[in-house]
């Protein structure tokens, strides 16, 4: 089967506004139908792991001065770094809304072809089906962390949410439901994920059930539910305690660190907006200036550089785990120990959270 006609059928379902269109019965090689044709639709890395950007652009991580911002050639990004009340353009797309809710598309294609399927061993379509249930929970809690208030428990019954889409019938009209009940759909798909999931997957693109641990971990946090984040990132930490010695990276090496590296539990980037071309973003001096000297980190994701015709130089941030460029945006065990010492923490179990962090830090200062 030629793969990219299953690309064109899967594009024009999810975009098409004419209705007559999709009531045309394409022949049986447009139509994705056997296992390894949902597989393909799974490996898309350039699709299904790549995530949004405004969280990045709008936070505090980058700073530009107003020489900078003023060479910043996407309008989009200087409106998201500015908190513009109105970001895109009329010739833009919402990225942050238009790709995951694609992904979110696939996940159903693929959830709904898998069941019709009788010609495949359980084990191989249980994985896909949870791969394809991952990618729909943490499609849907990326828009959910953009498009709607942060998770309160006092609240979330009456806050709204973000639509909810368990179909591929793009006819199908969504509600705006209450955020408790996205909430609810994302940890219902993520932990069904967990039960199908392999321990690992030999490729990080390709969620796995140490994955769907981590992602549960950050999700948890970010509602407030420190007793479930916790006993998700202690089973990570179980399964994957690995973290990288930086003692033992290349400062000039490049990339800094490889894709695939023991860290990594999942993998994923932003997509390449023009401040992604950039190999290196500015920074607040501020922040690297929290960097004890003596810590790695400071060396390896951090480099002090006076521009052309500037006067004062520039701090900027070159260090990531995706192999480039592209800012790495999945998930990884570093994150995992701060999630278990900020849990451990909060519960006054200040030894056992001091351990997570040191076990950390050990492995990230000049030995």
Not at 24 to 45: A, E, N
Not at 90 to 103: C, F, H, S
Not at 192 to 200: D, G, K, N, R
Request: charged share 20%; proline share 5%.
């Amino acid at each position: 089967m030629n793969f990219k006609y299953i690309i064109i059928l899967i594009s024009f379902c999810g975009f098409a506004s004419c209705e007559k269109f999709v009531d045309i019965q394409p022949k049986g090689q447009l139509i994705p139908s056997t296992l390894s044709d949902f597989r393909m639709l799974m490996d898309r890395v350039q699709f299904i792991n790549f995530t949004g950007s405004i969280g990045e652009l709008a936070a505090d991580n980058m700073y530009y001065n107003d020489i900078e911002f003023q060479q910043l050639s996407n309008t989009f990004e200087k409106n998201t770094y500015t908190w513009n009340k109105e970001i895109y353009t009329p010739n833009d797309q919402a990225t942050d809304w238009n790709v995951p809710y694609e992904r979110i598309y696939t996940a159903n294609v693929v959830l709904e072809g898998l069941e019709t399927l009788t010609d495949a061993r359980d084990s191989e379509k249980n994985a896909l089906k949870g791969e394809a249930l991952f990618l729909r929970g943490i499609a849907l809690y990326e828009v959910v962390s953009l498009y709607a208030k942060s998770y309160d428990p006092a609240t979330a019954d009456t806050d709204l949410g973000v639509p909810i889409r368990t179909s591929s019938d793009v006819f199908e009209v969504s509600q705006r439901p209450v955020l408790a009940a996205t909430y609810k759909q994302i940890l219902d798909d993520i932990k069904m994920a967990e039960t199908l999931l392999p321990p690992s997957q030999e490729f990080k693109t390709r969620a796995s059930k140490v994955a769907a641990q981590a992602l549960l971990a950050r999700i948890y946090l970010s509602m407030g539910n420190y007793e479930d984040a916790l006993d998700n990132a202690l089973a990570v930490l179980q399964a994957q305690p690995n973290l990288i010695n930086y003692n033992n990276i290349d400062p000039f090496n490049w990339p800094k660190f490889s894709e695939n590296n023991a860290e990594m539990v999942y993998f994923a980037t932003v997509p390449n907006f023009a401040y992604s071309f950039d190999f290196s973003v500015p920074i607040d001096e501020a922040l690297y200036l929290m960097y004890d000297d003596n810590d790695l980190r400071k060396t390896l994701f951090f480099d002090v550089y006076t521009p052309p015709g500037a006067t004062l130089p520039t701090i900027g941030f070159s260090g990531n785990y995706s192999g480039s460029w592209n800012r790495f945006t999945g998930i990884a065990t570093d994150e995992i120990y701060l999630i278990a010492a900020e849990c451990l923490a909060r519960d006054h179990e200040f030894a056992e959270s001091l351990k997570h962090l040191n076990k950390l830090l050990e492995n990230r200062y000049v030995q």
